[in-house]
């Protein structure tokens, strides 16, 4: 087994397609409609077949998870950097608001931001 798709709660598939593509870099992998809403990944430019898909948060139980973690200040999820620093950089140049600015944890250098769709996600950097 391998992991080739994950998800995240969004509260507006466009307003995230745009920030995860224009902002993060990543490119638009899957767009299929689904009703009201469509199946939206996206993928890093850099290749692989990992795909993160863009979840629209209209379930109720899956706004409640997604608001709880943001309260409390807990990213959704992780994306690796090869440079921490360069991207904290690049990302505040687009306006991204960070919650936790790099800082060394054991082994890796992380930093926080918000991702304008209701999330914090965690950039890592390991110190090899």
Known sequence: ??????SIFVDDQDKALAFYTRVLGFVKSREIPAGAYRWLTVRSPEGGE???SLEP??????RDYQQALMRQGIPITAFHSDD????VKR???????FTTDPTTHGPVRIAVFADTCGNLIQIYQPLE
Do not use: Q
């Not at 087994?1 to 994950?6: G, S, V, Y």
């Not at 921490?84 to 991207?87: E, F, N």
């Not at 990302?91 to 608001?97: P, T």
């Open 57 to 62: 948060n209209a379930n109720p139980a899956a």
């Open 84 to 87: 921490l620093d360069a991207d």
């Open 1 to 6: 087994m391998r992991i080739n798709l994950t």
């Open 50 to 52: 990992t795909e993160l």
């Open 91 to 97: 990302l505040r140049e687009h306006g991204v608001r």
